[in-house]
């Protein structure tokens, strides 16, 4: 087989965790209590924001589609690495590779975009809180989110339908746990130079903008929060950004752990850990970092259950 290179490739290997064999429940185990906990966090999340009048304001509804976008991420990629795992058969269709390839970046472009605009808005209301009703006001939260949503598509419809272009007659393995782009175009044997110019402007592209706007905005912020006389203001200003910082650090401290070492030193191992964390871990602690550090989001969590009268006294912004 593949001897010809007219074969034309119907599947493909995901062998990213076949080399341990008895490892294999272990990691069954460990990826299908992540995914439960990722699942059960993000859409809590959102049925808290959505039921709670309290939170009907556009930071919310920002971090409600930050979490229903790791929602979305993690079916992408766990459901088939357990699937996997379970029948050790590690075969994925052509276009089921493919498909979660799109899925994979379009989201991943997505959470970084909610990012930016979630740093903005912060901007706005920090710095400029007398406007911050005229300029988020709910056309304006829903048109962003839109434009995140179509740019991301857009971009990761342009790579998947150049990368679908490509034979792949070199091999059908790719040493990886899901289909992401580097290992599938190792296998490709034709010419990927168009493919790369597209990708690395994308890339710049996607990586430059929304990383200045969160620069910007918080460089606005701390500026703002430096002119507060009192430790008490400062403190009770920055603190609504916590959370929005954390989630930030972890999203581009991973995505440059995987994609920006340098390739001589890249071993398969390691790259598989660092997607693990970047693929799993994340989405699964998301809503860890906004419901335990945030007052709002635990009241609302707190009424979601029915012990609203306890969470009364934790009280509200009156924004
Ligand atoms: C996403 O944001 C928009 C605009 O603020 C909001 O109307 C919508 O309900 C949000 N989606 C989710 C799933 O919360």
């Keep these: 087989m593949g001897i010809g290179n007219q074969t034309t490739i119907s599947d493909f290997l995901l062998l990213g965790f076949s080399e341990h064999p008895r490892q294999q429940p272990v990691l069954f185990v460990l990826f299908l209590g992540m995914y439960l906990v990722t699942m059960l966090g993000n859409l809590l999340i959102i049925v808290a924001i959505g039921s709670d009048q309290h939170l009907h304001t556009p930071m919310y509804f920002f971090l409600a589609n930050l979490s229903f976008t790791e929602t979305s991420f993690s079916c992408t990629i766990v459901p088939k690495v357990l699937v996997n795992i379970q029948t050790q058969d590690h075969t994925i269709s052509y276009a089921g590779c493919f498909v979660q390839m799109y899925f994979f970046m379009a989201l991943t472009l997505l959470d970084d975009f909610l990012l930016a605009v979630m740093a903005y808005d912060r901007y706005v209301a920090i710095c400029l809180p007398l406007h911050y009703a005229t300029i988020m006001h709910p056309q304006r939260c829903l048109l962003l989110v839109a434009a995140s949503w179509l740019c991301a598509h857009l971009l990761a419809f342009s790579l998947t339908l150049l990368m679908s272009q490509f034979s792949f007659c070199a091999s059908r393995s790719i040493p990886h746990f899901f289909c992401d782009v580097p290992p599938l175009l190792k296998l490709a044997c034709s010419d990927i130079h168009n493919f790369q110019v597209t990708m690395l402007t994308e890339a710049v592209l996607s990586g430059t ?47 440059f752990l995987v994609y920006f070492q340098p390739s001589s030193s890249y071993s398969a191992d390691t790259g598989v850990v660092v997607s693990v964390i970047y693929t799993m871990v994340t989405p699964m602690l998301n809503p860890f970092i906004y419901s335990l550090r945030n007052r709002d989001m635990k009241g609302a969590l707190w009424r979601l259950f029915g012990w609203g009268k306890c969470a009364l006294h934790k009280g509200s912004f009156p924004d």
């Design 209 to 255: 903008i929304p990383l200045t706007c969160v620069l910007v905005s918080y460089a606005h912020i701390i500026c703002t929060i430096l002119r507060i006389p009192s430790t008490g203001g400062k403190h009770k200003v920055f603190s609504t950004c916590g959370s929005h910082l954390s989630v930030l650090t972890l999203f581009y401290g991973t995505i």
